[in-house]
């Protein structure tokens, strides 16, 4: 094995000798009954952001769905596959959580490889391309508006207006924009800085994140 696997199977082991063994009840109570997360957090592939270590979260708390860019696709119910509309709709009609969270953060790759995209350096690839492109419109957007920024500053608002954009799209699944209206379900907006540690949510009638004071 490479020194990856070797990495990998090697924390298997400290995990199953340490807290798998300190907590064996209660992952057997885990497994014997139907999973009750207490919300859904929509996260990006990056390695560096791991939801339950942000929040410390425990097991069963956490539905997480993770793509490129923390993107939510709009609601199409048609044959084609949809990963993330799946997680969804199971997590929000099956499981019954009543918290959906969009979780962005700064150093996204997916949102780079869109703002190359819109400056004329489209990324290679038969899925990425089509996949950021959820996000077109926040880059023309952005970079129309404040073009005068530089590079940093201009990706930081493309995180997190892609953030708010698909808070939007999580409103075109009927199952969502129902129970938000009945007030079953509530949406939120995160934005994490992987460097500085801070989480920011966003305040819908400010229009903008505001960080969590410690």
């Given at each position: ?166 808070l939007d799209r999580l409103r075109t699944f009927p199952f969502i924009a129902e129970r938000e209206r009945s007030g079953e379900l509530k949406l939120h907006g995160w934005f994490y800085g992987i460097g500085t540690g801070i989480l920011s949510v966003y305040d819908a009638d400010r229009e903008q994140f505001v960080d969590v004071i410690e």
């Amino acid at each position: 094995m490479d020194d990856a696997i070797d990495s990998l199977i090697a924390g298997y082991r400290a995990f199953r000798k340490g807290q798998y063994r300190q907590n064996e009840e209660r992952y057997q109570a885990l497994a014997a009954r139907r999973q009750k997360p207490k919300a859904l957090v929509i996260a990006c592939c990056d390695s560096r952001t791991d939801p339950a270590m942000v929040f410390q979260s425990d097991p069963g708390e956490l539905f997480v769905v993770r793509n490129v860019a923390n993107l939510v696709p709009p609601y199409e119910p048609d044959s084609h596959y949809h990963g993330t509309s799946a997680a969804l709709e199971f997590g929000v009609k099956s499981l019954g959580i009543k918290d959906v969270i969009v979780m962005g953060h700064a150093g996204c790759g997916g949102i780079e490889a869109l703002h190359d995209g819109a400056r004329g350096t489209p990324p290679p690839g038969d899925f990425v391309p089509n996949w950021i492109s959820l996000a077109g419109d926040v880059a023309a957007q952005v970079i129309e508006k404040h073009g005068d920024l530089d590079r940093p500053s201009t990706l930081r608002l493309m995180e997190q207006q892609a953030v708010v954009a698909s808070l939007d799209r999580l409103r075109t699944f009927p199952f969502i924009a129902e129970r938000e209206r009945s007030g079953e379900l509530k949406l939120h907006g995160w934005f994490y800085g992987i460097g500085t540690g801070i989480l920011s949510v966003y305040d819908a009638d400010r229009e903008q994140f505001v960080d969590v004071i410690e």
